[in-house]
T-cell receptor, first 118, second 112 residues
Framework: EAGVAQSPRYKIIEKRQSVAFWCNPI?????LYWYQQILGQGPKLLIQ????????DSQLPKDRFSAERLKGVDSTLKIQPAKLEDSAVYLC????????????????FGPGTRLTVL | AQRVTQPEKLLSVFKGAPVELKCNYS??????LFWYVQYSRQRLQLLLR??SRESIKGFTADLNKGETSFHLKKPFAQEEDSAMYYC??????????????FGQGTILTVHP
């Protein structure tokens, strides 16, 4: 099966500019996650979708970050305006709500988008 | 609040030596624990999870609820085990089931 796709792979912007990232999950996966991974740290969940509804966005800086998953498939994450501390790798992951046994809850990750804010 | 701690950022061993990557957690409920791995130029991927109680690529991990630990072990390390390893904890239920909290990661280097 095709894996999680993300674009762009790299993005360089200046502070106060806006940027958007796109994610296409594995076909049929109802749950989609966006993580932020700052250099030297583990991934941190920003937002979790179940189909097109938000399940958890408690760690999303809502004054500048937004995310949507309008048709329950693709998702976009936007930052406006960007700050220097937003420089990170943004990971998208998806999981199947129907999986069982060892596969239950397993998350499949995309390659990430590396954002540099100057 | 849930937390995952990996005390070692770097771990170096020689091929054939035993290796143990430490992971401690804090969680108020009944946790699900995972080890994820990222090899060079590859995506983050699941290595193993505690409920499966299986050995993957020679690695095992036992959940010790008394010590709140989930250490990853392999008796004989191989060069291809060199990678970044993340311990992660998942919400076992509720509306945000599956949400992962990651540790900071441990870079394992296996020398020939």
């Amino acid at each position: 099966e095709a894996g999680v796709a993300q674009s762009p792979r790299y993005k360089i912007i200046e502070k106060r500019q806006s940027v958007a990232f796109w994610c296409n999950p594995i076909s049929g996966h109802a749950t989609l996650y966006w993580y932020q991974q700052i250099l030297g740290q583990g991934p941190k969940l920003l937002i979790q979708f179940q189909n097109n509804g938000v399940v958890d966005d408690s760690q999303l800086p809502k004054d500048r970050f937004s995310a949507e998953r309008l048709k329950g498939v693709d998702s976009t994450l936007k930052i406006q305006p960007a700050k220097l501390e937003d420089s990170a790798v943004y990971l998208c992951a998806s999981s199947s709500a129907k999986a069982s046994g060892r596969a239950r809850g397993e998350q499949f990750f995309g390659p990430g988008t590396r954002l540099t804010v100057l | 609040a849930q937390r995952v701690t990996q005390p070692e950022k770097l771990l170096s061993v020689f091929k054939g030596a035993p290796v143990e990557l430490k992971c401690n957690y804090s969680y108020s409920g009944s946790p699900e624990l995972f080890w994820y791995v990222q090899y060079s130029r590859q995506r983050l991927q699941l290595l193993l999870r505690h409920i499966s109680r299986e050995s993957i690529k020679g690695f095992t991990a036992d959940l010790n609820k008394g010590e709140t630990s989930f250490h990853l072990k392999k008796p004989f390390a191989q060069e291809e085990d060199s990678a970044m390893y993340y311990c992660a904890l998942a919400n076992a239920g509720g509306t945000s089931y599956g949400k992962l909290t990651f540790g900071q990661g441990t870079i394992l280097t296996v020398h020939p």
